[in-house]
């Protein structure tokens, strides 16, 4: 296995994940010929220790929620190795993959979208006992109705439908099905995106109360640093299909290094007015990500980073630590030890610290 799968918890890891890739062709003309592809998870590698939470972040089409699918098998992957309790899933098929649902669930970010209208609460949180054939102690209405009440809705309302719940509701509907077996682990693809921001302090902190009383093992989805803050052990930062920054949570928010998770925690709104005039600066990232059909060479970050020198267009960085527990891909990280000291020729046309970095009045 890859060195960056290797925890240092002598604990072993729930969930591995090496080299893991996900291409999805692109096809043309009437043969439908391959003449491209889009790179949406392209060699990532982790672990999640029982218990923890890693918390995984990005902009909008990095790859997360594509990566959350693939640990989940909902995906089959291009490439790389996929390892739960020391057993490879890499490619089992859906029938050998049954058996493991129990122990792997899936939290969808869209709650109006993930629940059939046509069917009631009931027969939505009871369909894993169905599927999996198995019979609760004291029948699957009382289990769906100890559900229903372990995430907050009254029981009563087994036999109501999606449709007569709040956007906030309905979510908790989603995490009380994907707890219904008593999972191992959990990932939960942006599950308060969708939710107005007065809800989604309620949901987190339900999925933490959840873990604690039932010992659960969290992937959590988002592209907001703020949603995950509290609930995170470890944070992995994604960029255009790759892990550029992943580290214990306090160090990650404290002394980030890689440019881009930089310009991410520069940008979280602080409502507190006091704390939001000892901010100096706000990074402006210029332009989007680039396309994952034809990404950049070498740093894929390259062509949006104030600190972007020739090596980091021909050469990619490898995610290396350096601090305890602390990996970063980047030639000139912030916060440590430049890895590239000799190459101090910028790139034309990189956008200056100048550029970037606007003080705030």
């Not at 990095?62 to 959350?68: D, E, N, Q, V």
């Not at 027969?123 to 054939?133: H, S, W």
């Not at 901010?279 to 740093?299: E, N, Q, Y």
């Amino acid at each position: 296995m890859s060195d960056l799968t290797k925890s240092p918890d002598p604990v072993e890891p729930l969930l591995k994940v090496d080299g893991l890739v996900k291409h999805f062709p692109i096809k043309k003309g009437v043969l439908q010929r391959t003449v491209g592809a889009v790179q949406a998870v392209d060699g990532i590698s982790f672990d999640v220790r029982p218990g923890e939470t890693l918390g995984v972040v990005g902009e909008s089409g990095c790859g997360k929620s594509t990566m959350g699918r693939l640990i989940t098998r909902l995906l089959e992957p291009t490439g790389g190795r996929v390892e739960f309790e020391g057993k490879d899933i890499t490619h089992l098929s859906v029938g050998q993959m049954r058996p493991l649902r129990k122990d792997v669930q899936m939290i969808f970010q869209d709650p109006y979208s993930s629940l059939n209208p046509r069917h009631t609460i009931g027969t939505i949180v009871g369909a894993p006992f169905r599927l999996q054939r198995v019979t609760p102690e004291g029948g699957v209405k009382k289990s769906v109705q100890e559900l229903l009440s372990l995430v907050g809705l009254n029981p009563e309302h087994y036999n109501r439908y999606p449709h007569e719940f709040s956007g906030g509701q309905r979510q908790r509907i989603g995490i009380a099905r994907a707890l219904a077996l008593k999972p191992r682990l959990v990932v939960a693809d942006e599950p308060v995106s969708a939710l107005d921001v007065s809800i989604q302090a309620q949901v987190v902190n339900l999925l933490d109360d959840l873990q604690d009383e039932l010992g659960l093992t969290y992937v959590i989805i988002a592209h907001d640093l703020s949603v995950i803050r509290h609930v995170s052990d470890r944070i992995a930062v994604m960029y255009l299909g790759k892990i550029v920054e992943l580290s214990d949570r306090q160090p990650l928010y404290e002394t980030p290094m890689h440019p881009y998770t930089k310009a991410l925690l520069s940008a979280v709104p602080v409502p507190d007015p006091k704390r939001r005039a000892a901010r100096t600066s706000r990074i402006l990232l210029r332009g989007d990500v680039p396309s994952p059909i034809s990404p950049p060479s070498g740093c894929r970050f390259h062509t949006r980073c104030w600190k972007a020198t020739t090596v980091c267009k021909t050469t990619e960085p490898p995610l290396l630590e350096l601090a305890p527990a602390h990996r970063v891909a980047c030639h000139h990280p912030e916060n440590a030890q430049d890895q590239q000291p000799t190459d101090t020729e910028r790139l034309a046309g990189a956008p200056t610290q100048d550029e970037v970095v606007r003080t705030s009045e």
